[in-house]
Structure formats: C-alpha cells, structure tokens
C-alpha cells in the first residue's frame, strides 16, 4: 500500500497522460471487435473518425481545464493536511482504509452529486447536455463535456477535497480510476449477464451507465454513478434495462448539426432553454 500512495504522490504527468490516451486505446479496440451496436449499419451516415474527433475536441478541453486549474487542488489539499481539515483528517485509519473511504467519499461529492445536480438544475443542464447529445456513446463520449461543465464539476472536485481532506496521492488516485472507469462504462461493449452481475458489485458497468444515456425521460435521469454503484441504489436513481432497448442522444436535439458540429455544442448553453420532452404515452 505504501509503494500504491509513493506512485500516486509523485505521479509523472506523463503517466497520467498514458491513462488517458491509453485507457481510449484499449476500450477503442475492444469495441471495434465486440461492439454492442454497430452504428454504421443504422444508415445514419455515422462515421467512426469524424465522430471520435468531436468527443477528442472536448476531451482536450478538458484537459485543458483541469491543468490550468490544478494549481488549486494542489493549494486546497494542502492546507487541509495542515489545519487537519475534513473527513480524513479527523479519522485515525490504516492507509487502506484512508484509501477506501475517500475514494467512496470523493466519488459522492466529486462526481455523483455533480452529476445528479446537472439534471436537476435548469442552468448545470445547459452544459452537460452537451454530453447527452451524443447518438453514438463510445469510449470516446466520457469525456464530451462543454468547457463550461469541465469548470462546473472542477469546482465539486474542489468540495470534495476540502470536504474530505484529501491528500494528493489519493486525488491522484481517484481521478486515475475516474478516467478509465468513464472510459470503461461509455465503451460500446456489452458485459455477459454473469460479468456484469459480478463486476456490478463494485464498480458501474457499460451495461449500467449506458441506461443514463437513453434520450428520453424518466431513464434519462437515472444511473449518475461514475466509479461505484451503491450511490444510485442508496438514493433511489437505479434503473435497468436492456441494452438492445437503449436510443442514444437527447429528445431535445435531434438533428444532425445540432449533435454533431462542435461549433453548434458550443452554443447551446447559451441558446434558447428547451424542455426534456419525456417519455411518449404508450398505445
């Protein structure tokens, strides 16, 4: 464990960026080969390159985001190690245990609290619906988020390590395992029911997050879990469903240029707010 938190408290940029670039790498090519659905045969004109650049254009965003305001993170877990400040800091626990409960703790306040506050706030959606216009979820869709949801869910990862008193390896850690979990559960793969039951019990699945990406209401507003599932069954927002039944995108953005041309993406938290239209009554 000690050798875990040495690794993560000196982590090269390098080798987070090996996670990210090598997380797509790995997910890319398990899903060329054992997709859930292959889009080109839906007549959609999909187009795997073009579509994978879109989601790279916001993941660099991202990027972009997080480094230039890492210094913060850095400044904020710092001074709760010193004014023994949060959840850990109160706590007297082995490192493995440390380890635990503030990645659980980090990932309520760090991503799924973000995540459920997104839908339910009229303002939070305008960005993040950028994510759900996406009609092709792949690995490549975890990171498709409008620069202005990258600074929305900064600012709740900034909470969280005050709130838990993190120390760096562990928020190292923590957005290491978020990466590649993000990038695991967008991937257009499908588990076996044996694989999903058993890996669901500790980690969100593909067969778990790809509900959440339904384009309509009142699927579309559950399964918000990021890194572990409990969150969504202790709150009541678990759902499931058959991954042959999944449409992808937003009732509320349908057309090709609306979903699919980055400069209209860029617009839309600043265009005119449209209502989820929900579920169409059956019969």
């Known amino acids: 464990m000690e050798r875990l938190v ?41 187009r795997k390159i073009p579509h994978a650049g879109i989601n790279i254009f916001f993941t660099l965003t991202t990027v972009l985001v997080n480094f230039l305001l890492a210094f913060l993170l850095l400044r904020t877990s710092d001074w709760t190690i010193r004014h023994q400040i949060g959840l850990l800091q109160w706590l007297s626990l082995p490192l493995w245990a440390e380890a635990l409960i503030g990645l659980l703790s980090l990932d309520l306040i ?22 759900h216009t ?40 923590y957005q290491a395992l978020s990466v590649l979990l993000s990038q695991f559960n967008h991937a257009n793969i499908e588990l076996p029911r044996w694989a999903d039951r058993l890996l669901g019990l500790f980690i969100v699945t593909p067969n778990m997050h790809h509900v959440h990406h339904h384009y309509v209401l009142p699927v579309t507003n559950t399964n918000y879990g990021n890194i572990f599932p409990y969150w969504d069954r202790l709150f009541g927002t678990y759902y499931e469903m058959a991954g042959k039944d999944i449409k992808y995108g937003i009732d509320t953005h349908p057309e090709f240029h609306e979903h699919s041309q980055v400069g209209s993406l860029l617009k839309i938290p600043f265009s005119n707010y449209r209502p989820p239209v929900g579920e169409p009554p059956q019969g």
């Open 6 to 46: 040495d690794y993560f408290e000196h982590i090269p940029s390098l080798h987070r960026s090996l996670i990210l670039v090598g997380g797509i790498a790995i997910f890319w090519l398990i899903e060329s080969a054992v997709p859930l659905f292959n889009f080109s045969l839906t007549g959609s004109g999909y």
């Open 134 to 173: 996406d009609p092709y979820v792949d690995t490549t869709t975890a990171n498709r988020h409008h620069p202005g949801e990258s600074i929305i869910r900064f600012a709740f990862t900034l909470l969280a390590v005050l709130l838990v008193g993190a120390p760096m390896w562990l928020v190292f850690l």
């Open 110 to 131: 760090g991503a799924w609290l973000p995540h459920w506050a997104e839908h339910k706030v009229k303002f939070l959606w305008r960005f993040h619906v950028i994510h």
